[in-house]
Nanobody, 121 residues
Framework: VQLVESGGGLVQAGGSLRLSCAAS????????MGWYRQAPGKERELVAASSSGGSTYYADSVKGRFTISRDNAKNTLYLQMNSLKPEDTAMYYC????????????????WGQGTQVTVFS
């Protein structure tokens, strides 16, 4: 599975960005996909996840502001980020999971190269 992110950039606080993740390869085996982020000096954090069964997960810090979605016809995962804050600044990574459905949203096997999001006040 290959994952390629795009859509990062520099945005003012309160603004919006939409990240995209194009998946290719053995995508029929993917049970969940998610977005992680990692800021300098901080641990990697699961921001949002979406299972093939339709379940979603959001970190408390982004609930109500971020929305994860997927376009199965385009094999693309999205992360719509609204009301961005400086603390959202991080490298954002797309990830895909082949794990069993019960744990797939929290265990990942494949990673993209990341896209930088920088929010300034």
């Amino acid at each position: 599975v290959q994952l390629v992110e795009s859509g990062g950039g520099l945005v003012q606080a309160g603004g919006s960005l939409r990240l995209s993740c194009a998946a290719s390869g053995s995508i029929f085996s993917i049970n969940a996909m998610g977005w992680y982020r990692q800021a300098p000096g901080k641990e990697r954090e699961l921001v949002a996840a979406s299972s093939s069964g339709g379940s979603t997960y959001y970190a408390d810090s982004v609930k109500g502001r971020f929305t994860i979605s997927r376009d199965n016809a385009k094999n693309t995962l999205y992360l719509q980020m609204n009301s961005l804050k400086p603390e959202d600044t991080a490298m954002y990574y797309c990830a895909a999971s082949m794990a069993p459905p019960k744990v797939a949203m929290f265990e990942y096997d494949y990673w993209g190269q990341g896209t930088q999001v920088t929010v300034f006040s």
